[in-house]
């Protein structure tokens, strides 16, 4: 059973792609290809999700070798919330698309590379291995260059050039990081370097390596100053395509962050994690100040999505810091709070921006208006995520930036409580700027309205993601409750250890 669960995350995106692509010439097909398999693919996912909440971390050997020599696939409670979140984003994503997406780039493969998407997103999240660990970014990092530029418009372009360029600079410098690591230990297999990285008497070199991996996951996370990517191209694609960019491309950045520095890199926390919690501090002022300087709806979501980030990592290093097992625990909790309610209220965001350029016929802030009166569900469903990512109670934003405050302050690390209480405040300003300028104030006398409609089928998954952000809200406690569970399994790296290699001899 379980090898069975492990394998469908992969299975299924891969046979839905290679379906769609024989399919190529019946777009009707692969559409309904598409929403099958990504309910198919969530289905996976919360079935992963409960048997790992009720049996433990799992682990299969794919090809009949035994780990540490065969390709391991694990799945502890983070990555089964992160694969179900991924199934999430894909149906909502793939839904919108139906309405959205033009009929040229559906004729040019779109489906089949949403797929090959999330089966490189979903390979991330359950490897047990750096080397495929790096295959899969690759596969994913394929599929997304494809899908930026997919239309061959010159923006597209434009951006896809510089999002190519530095991931593949992350990609050399994750390479070439895990080559060091092999020589210096002889195995790639995350369980087992665990064991073998606690005996190397040589932590310099160990540390090294681990900054190595900090750039090249930093690159693919946006965390500053490595995140010239993102604005550049975000931006660019249709707006079904920066949304699902928004839900997952960054988060399995942040994952691969929380893995190897729980698991690997925790000899020299006084260094690293210190290093971390500087950046964090960094990514969040400059993704909030960018998007405070910008004038066009996507470009301010663009880098407040990257002072999102910081959040997100801010939590990884306190876990580091902290002088109590209950704190690191609070502070780890609260990153993975905080990715599931991110991955809700700006994959939304992102939906709703394309919803208002469909409405207004442009992204332009000052050209935009009158849209308050004109559609007032809307606009309720503009400020549910809108106020859920600036912190607002009781939505999701709240507690997840709770947490963090929390084991912030229980660290004494007040530099970056106080960072992360006026980014927060920040962010409310950019949201109440986009509100005033899309929303409240009347269409300009210059600006025409554009025929296009919000059908019901564009309407539902953003209907569905703001329900999201509030359920989460109103039921913190359970979803706190597995986010705390997850985290303890990330510290106590022994369970993950034994679940891979079985018990020491």
């Known amino acids: 059973m379980k090898d069975v669960l492990l394998v469908l995350p992969l299975l299924i995106p891969l046979t839905t792609a290679a379906v769609s692509l024989v399919a190529w010439r ?3 097909l692969q559409r309904v290809l598409a929403v099958f398999g990504t309910v198919a ?6 079935a992963l999700l409960a048997f790992v909440r009720r049996d433990g971390i799992i682990a299969t050997q794919e090809g009949g070798w035994p780990a540490p020599y065969g390709i391991t696939l694990v799945a502890d409670l983070f990555s089964a919330i992160m694969v179900t979140l991924a199934g999430v984003v894909g149906l909502v994503v793939v839904l919108f698309s139906l309405a959205s997406m033009d009929r040229g780039r559906e004729a040019f493969g779109y489906y089949p590379l949403v797929h090959a998407l999330l089966l490189g997103v979903c390979g991330a999240f359950l490897t047990g291995d750096l080397f495929n660990l790096y295959v899969w970014f690759e596969v994913m990092l394929m599929a997304s260059f494809v899908l930026l530029v997919l239309g061959g418009e010159r923006p597209q372009l434009h951006g896809g050039i510089k999002y190519v360029t530095l991931n593949l600079v992350s990609s050399a410098v994750f390479l070439a990081a895990v080559g060091i690591l092999y020589g210096l230990t002889g195995t790639l297999n995350m369980a087992d370097l665990a064991r073998k990285l606690d005996g190397i008497e040589h932590t310099g070199t ?4 681990g900054m190595l991996f900090l750039v090249a996951f930093g690159i693919k996370a946006a965390v500053f100053p490595l995140f010239f990517w993102l604005p550049a191209s975000y931006h ?3 707006g079904a395509v920066s949304a699902l960019f928004a839900g997952l491309l960054t988060k399995v950045g942040v994952y691969s962050l929380i893995r190897v520095f729980t698991l690997l890199f925790i000899g020299e926390v006084g260094f690293t994690h210190v290093l971390i919690l500087v950046l964090s501090g960094l990514t969040m002022l400059t993704g909030v100040l960018g998007a405070i300087a910008q004038a066009e709806f996507r470009r301010v979501l663009s880098f407040l999505h990257i002072g999102q980030i910081g959040y997100m990592t801010m939590g990884l290093a306190l876990a580091g810091l902290a002088d109590s097992p209950p704190l690191a625990i609070l502070a780890l909790a609260g990153s993975i709070f905080y990715i599931a309610h991110h991955i809700a209220s700006m994959t939304n965001l992102f939906l709703v921006s394309s919803v208002v ?17 004109s559609q007032p569900l809307l606009a309720v469903l503009f400020l549910i995520p809108a106020l859920s990512l600036s912190g607002m109670p009781p939505l999701s934003g709240f507690f997840a930036k709770l947490s963090l405050v929390r084991a912030g302050l229980g660290a004494e690390r007040y530099a970056i409580v106080a960072v ?6 920040l962010t409310l300003f950019s949201m109440t700027t986009i509100w005033a300028e899309s929303f409240w104030k009347p269409l300009p006398s210059d600006a025409t309205a554009s025929a296009g409609e919000t059908s019901p089928l564009l309407l539902l998954p953003v209907v569905a993601l703001a329900a999201l952000t509030v359920a989460i809200g109103l039921g913190a406690e359970p979803v706190f409750a597995l986010a705390t569970a997850a985290a303890e399994q990330l510290l106590h790296r022994e369970e993950y250890i034994r679940a891979v290699l079985g018990a020491p001899a």
């Open 26 to 28: 019946r777009t009707a």
């Open 41 to 46: 693919l969530l289905g996976a996912g919360l």
């Open 236 to 238: 660019t694609p249709p």
């Open 206 to 209: 160990v540390t090294a390596v």
């Open 357 to 373: 350029r469909r409405l207004c016929g442009t992204f332009v802030l000052a050209r935009q208006g009158g849209l308050y009166q």
């Open 420 to 425: 992360a209480l006026a980014v927060g405040l």
